[in-house]
């Protein structure tokens, strides 16, 4: 299985700011996932990363409030831009690869906006 | 889309065999079903995953029901390292004809006791 790191693992911003989080992978891996787990809730999916074109995003999520680049197969970023309160959450990256499709996911970035 | 039904928690007694069912009565005939478990302040880990005949690896063994309607997740000897909350997962297929996408429902809490 891959080893993913992210980075920042926690933050505390302000309201009406902007925060970039990164995700790495120790190899190269097919696909990418954002996700977003808010207190005591499950995961739910923001987008698809694809390399080398726009993420594809889930119903509920728009590109200009989470901007995500995929410049290579094994990095990733997500922006939460122009953050409230109610984007106070853990983010999660995952990855897949190959015929199966099983994720294995980053340690998360825990994200608290005051 | 194929959904899941979970209990909401469960105990079980540490050395002992914990066994987790979940529900899944509408799957359709290529839908896997995935198991994942998400330990406190963790990012979820990948467990196991099936289509019709039983599997088994280092961790769990899972079993799937003839009429594939439901299936069991079995940890042989659990230890307190197990607590944890379980996700009983199937696997979309997107509009494209490409199982991407995994819909997360809030899974079973498993308290493993001493």
């Known amino acids: 299985s891959a080893v993913i790191s992210q980075k920042p693992s926690r933050d505390i911003c302000q309201r009406g700011t902007s925060l970039t989080i990164q995700c790495q992978v120790d190899?190269?891996?097919?696909?990418m996932f954002w996700y977003r787990q808010q207190p005591g809730q499950s995961l739910t999916l923001i987008a698809t990363a694809n390399q080398g074109s726009e993420a594809t995003y889930e119903s509920g999520f728009v590109i200009d409030k989470f901007p995500i680049s995929r410049p290579n197969l094994t990095f990733s970023t997500l922006t939460v831009s122009n953050m409230s309160p109610e984007d106070s959450s853990i983010y999660l990256c995952?990855?897949?690869?190959?015929?199966?499709?099983?994720?294995?996911f980053g340690p998360g970035t825990r994200l608290t906006v005051t | 889309d194929a959904k899941t039904t979970q209990p909401t928690s469960m105990d079980c007694a540490e050395g002992r065999a914990a066994n987790l069912p979940c529900n899944h009565s509408t799957i359709s005939g290529n839908e896997y079903v995935y198991w994942y478990r998400q330990i406190h302040s963790q990012g979820p880990q990948y467990i196991i995953h099936g289509l019709k005949n039983n599997e088994t690896n280092e961790m769990a063994s899972l079993i799937i029901t003839e009429d594939r309607k439901s299936s069991t997740l079995i940890l042989p000897h659990a230890t307190l390292r197990d607590t944890a909350v379980y996700y009983c997962?199937?696997?979309?297929?997107?509009?494209?004809?490409?199982?991407?996408?995994?819909?997360w429902g809030l899974g079973t809490s498993l308290a493993v006791n001493p």
């Open positions: 190899s190269q891996v097919t696909m």
């Open positions: 995952s990855v897949s690869s190959g015929l199966a499709y099983e994720q294995y």
């Open positions: 997962i199937v696997r979309v297929t997107d509009n494209a004809g490409n199982n991407r996408k995994l819909i």
